[in-house]
């Protein structure tokens, strides 16, 4: 069985840029997060969806920070204009159904540096 | 809202001995979940171990075991006959029962290093 995609594995870029990363979830996993992990912390949610909705995205930074998971497969986190602060590893998690029971598979992560 | 505490940034541990990795939580809920994840360099996190509160036997998975003690909170992982392949970020992480609240609240993380 596959696990969790992501794209790209780095990505470097200058502050006030825009970038994008790209999730690919186990097949059939109906829940997907995207947790973003700043040096030295444990990762942090910032956004989970249930199929193409929004479950919780009350740590996402809506000023600069957007997701989408349309058609409830892949999904994108979208960061414009990017702030120093940004610099971490974003990584995409899915779980069959979200349920309590459900383990949470996570994916490779992409490494963003902002300079 | 529900914390995770690591207290031991860094651990090192002579390969075959046991070690064990010390996370506390606070809550005020009575049934959540419990979870190990361990992170190599390679970045990919790999879930561990997990204990249901509701359970009061420990969880155990070959080599890895957890002391879970409720009333104070307390959720430590042993890894026994320390091997090579378990040097890795470890991290503790709570989760509610509460429907609609299944994201994961992680620790800081403990370094694991294993000596030769």
């Known amino acids: 069985e596959a696990g969790v995609a992501q794209s790209p594995r780095y990505k470097i870029i200058e502050k006030r840029q825009s970038v994008a990363f790209w999730c690919n979830p186990i097949?059939?996993?109906?829940?997907l997060y995207w947790y973003q992990q700043i040096l030295g912390q444990g990762p942090k949610l910032l956004i989970q969806f249930q199929n193409n909705g929004v479950v919780d995205d009350s740590q996402l930074p809506k000023d600069r920070f957007s997701a989408e998971r349309l058609k409830g497969v892949d999904s994108t986190l979208k960061i414009q204009p990017a702030k120093l602060e940004d610099s971490a590893v974003y990584l995409c998690?899915?779980?069959?159904?979200?349920?309590?029971?459900?383990?949470?598979?996570f994916g490779p992560g992409t490494r963003l540096l902002v300079l | 809202a529900q914390t995770v505490t690591q207290s031991q940034p860094e651990m090192s541990v002579q390969e075959a001995e046991t070690v064990t990795l010390s996370c506390t939580y606070d809550?005020?809920?009575?049934?959540?979940?419990l979870f190990w994840y361990k992170q190599p360099p390679s970045r990919q996190m790999i879930l561990v171990i997990r204990?249901?509160?509701?359970?009061?036997q420990n969880a155990t998975e070959n080599r890895f075991s957890v002391n879970f003690q409720k009333a104070a909170k307390s959720f430590s992982l042993k890894i026994s006959d320390s091997q090579l392949g378990d040097a890795a970020m470890y991290f503790c992480a709570y989760r509610s029962a509460n429907f609609g609240n299944e994201k994961l609240t992680f620790g800081t993380g403990t370094r694991l290093t294993i000596i030769p």
């Open positions: 204990q249901e509160a509701y359970k009061q």
């Open positions: 809550t005020s809920e009575s049934d959540y979940y």
């Open positions: 097949s059939g996993h109906a829940t």
């Open positions: 998690a899915s779980s069959l159904d979200g349920g309590q029971q459900e383990t949470q598979y």
